[in-house]
């Protein structure tokens, strides 16, 4: 497997690893690693880094929604130009094209079921070419990015063992 | 001498207790613990083994199996040898599901020992070997191993430990402790002194998808060797499977009838329920596999270079999930580091001479834990290894 493959796997799911740590796990220069990792920063192959939050543990209710949308392609742009007016918004976290039986899936987050309402009633549904949107709450959270939510995964091992 | 001290055999009595243990009791007295002292994946059994069992407990799953287990069990690991070692095994005559590894080697010694007749038992090592040689009234000759030999078993090692007594060879690599293993030449130059003693060859092989160079050879494949070993698998470490306690051997017919006999009078039948789950690991497990094993790789890498700049001799381990790093530039034994290392700095490692005497001077370090844990563990060591030599 490429170095470049080995970094991106390893870094989907420890962001923080740093450039020392992964130098010796692929027993590269840590040079080399800091370079290809800048390199793929540049050419957009890592877009970013974020970090998974239980808001809920930290006692700040949210509410998110996942909109089903049915919009009518624009001529030469397809479904493009219309999904780039719709991620523009601040509020909207995730915009995927999907086949059947609507066309983009919008997740959008907000403050309060009302703040969502309003962007939908207010931004989304008026945007020319939308045809229609079906919105979904979120009423609980199990897993996201791997991390599931409820139970921390402690680890049950005796601490020695032959 | 404590009061039913008579009421127990001669035996037992002679077995010391397992050096792991004590170290386990001082461990657990302390808070805070990184530990690197596991030995086991640090992975739970894949869900998708997980849920297979469920579903045959929901389908009324609970009843005894055959002694020998499940057909279909058997039949998946005839194919698993033939697809990984290249050796044919009957799955009704050759093949017997155990309780673990651990339960194939105390009724293979039982079936095999004469009162008085010696086992070979390569050092450092698993620690069970022995005690169950004594077990079953027979004599553990140790023979020792050496870093720089990469704990390869060497012929003139073997060669001198072998009398007209001896009966039965341990080989067990990938090896717990040190993380060494055999290559094929290694294993072919040790052939013609096991067939001209007669020897039969217990082959431990339970660390064998952890090859992480090189390819994964059992003794039994080479020429004249199938008929005088016994190979013993499980699904504890590449399915990250360690509380279900199941486990095979596979050798010739007379000896599995022989070590059935054994296990129909004192198990019956290991549990149906890990038997279930063994099927789906088989059939479907090896992708997930190949991710942990991907993992282990990573991490093997980052505890032997990491051990190797706080200035640490460490053998470059090939197999298992353990390095075996040397402490003897500190002058401490390895009990004497070990105690530190957990009183001053709360990192759990086991001594090297729990694994055998040879083992003194080094410790092992299981690097089946997270990658921080592992970095801030090194580091510790590094600590005390400095405070030591500046005092």
């Known amino acids: 497997m490429d170095l470049r493959k080995r970094v991106l796997e390893l870094m989907e799911h420890d962001a923080r690893l740093s450039a020392k740590t992964l130098a010796t796990m692929l027993e590269e220069d840590e040079e080399v690693i800091q370079k290809l990792i800048s390199k793929m920063e540049k050419e957009k192959i890592i877009l970013g880094y974020n970090t998974v939050i239980n808001w809920e543990n930290a006692g700040c209710e949210g509410v998110t929604a996942m909109i089903d949308v049915k919009v009518t392609p624009v001529r030469d742009l397809g479904f493009n130009s219309i999904a780039e007016r719709v991620y523009r918004f601040p509020e909207v976290r995730c915009v995927y094209l999907m086949s059947g039986t609507y066309d983009l899936s919008v997740v959008v987050e ?48 005796l601490v020695v063992s032959p | 001498m404590s009061v039913m001290d008579k009421y127990l055999s001669e035996v037992v009595k002679s077995i010391p207790p397992s050096g792991i243990r004590k170290f386990f009791d001082l461990v657990s007295q ?40 499940l057909p279909e069990l058997r039949e998946e690991i005839a194919r698993y040898q033939q697809r ?13 599901i155990t309780v673990g590894v651990s339960e194939a080697i105390d009724i293979a010694l039982r079936a095999l020992i004469e009162p008085g007749d010696e086992v070979l038992v390569p050092e450092p090592c698993f620690v069970s070997y022995a005690p169950g ?17 990469q704990y390869r078993l060497r012929l003139d090692s073997l060669a001198e430990k072998i009398s007209p007594r001896s009966k ?4 067990a690599y990938p090896n717990n402790p ?29 660390y064998s998808e952890l090859t992480y160079e090189g390819e994964h050879v059992s003794i039994a494949s080479l020429p004249g060797m199938k008929e005088r070993t016994l ?11 360690t509380g279900w306690r199941i486990g095979y051997v596979c050798g010739h017919s007379d000896i599995i009838g022989a070590l059935t006999k054994i296990h129909q009078y004192t198990i019956m039948c290991a549990p149906i329920m890990a038997q279930k789950a063994a099927i789906e690991a088989l059939r479907h497990g090896e992708e997930q596999m190949r991710k942990m094993i991907d993992d282990y790789n990573y991490r093997r ?6 051990l190797r700049q706080i200035g640490m001799d460490c053998f470059e381990p090939r197999g298992a999930f353990y390095c075996f790093p040397s402490v003897s530039k500190t002058g401490l034994s390895s009990e004497e580091f070990c105690e530190r290392l957990l009183m001053e700095e709360q990192v759990a490692a086991v001594p090297g001479n729990a694994f055998g005497s040879s083992g003194e001077g080094y410790i092992r370090c299981c690097y089946a834990a997270s990658v921080s844990n592992i970095e801030e563990a090194v580091e510790r060591m590094g600590r005390l290894i400095e405070r030591h030599n500046n005092a």
């Open chain 1, 110 to 157: 907000g403050k309060t079921m009302k703040d969502v309402a309003r962007f939908v009633s207010h931004k989304l549904s008026t945007l020319e070419h939308v045809q229609s949107t079906v919105t979904h709450f979120v009423l609980k959270r199990y897993k996201q990015d791997h991390f599931i939510f409820e139970e921390p995964e402690e680890d049950k091992r």
């Open chain 2, 30 to 69: 302390t808070e805070g613990v990184i530990s690197l002292g596991v030995g086991e994946p640090d992975f739970v059994t894949p869900w998708h083994i997980r849920e297979a069992c469920l579903y045959s407990l929901e389908k009324g799953y609970t009843m005894y199996t055959s002694n020998s287990g």
């Open chain 2, 84 to 96: 990984t070692n290249g050796l044919d095994y009957d799955p009704d005559k050759q093949i017997l």
């Open chain 2, 133 to 149: 040689a004594v077990l079953a009234y027979g004599k553990a000759v140790p023979v020792e191993t050496f870093a720089d030999d």
């Open chain 2, 168 to 171: 039965v060879l341990f080989l």
């Open chain 2, 178 to 206: 040190t993380g060494g293993i055999m290559d094929r030449e290694d294993l072919m130059a040790l052939v013609d002194i096991i067939i001209k003693n007669d020897l039969i060859v217990i082959s431990d092989e339970i």
């Open chain 2, 231 to 241: 190979v013993m698998n499980g699904f504890s470490k590449a399915f990250a499977m």
């Open chain 2, 301 to 306: 890498k980052l505890i032997v270079n990491s």
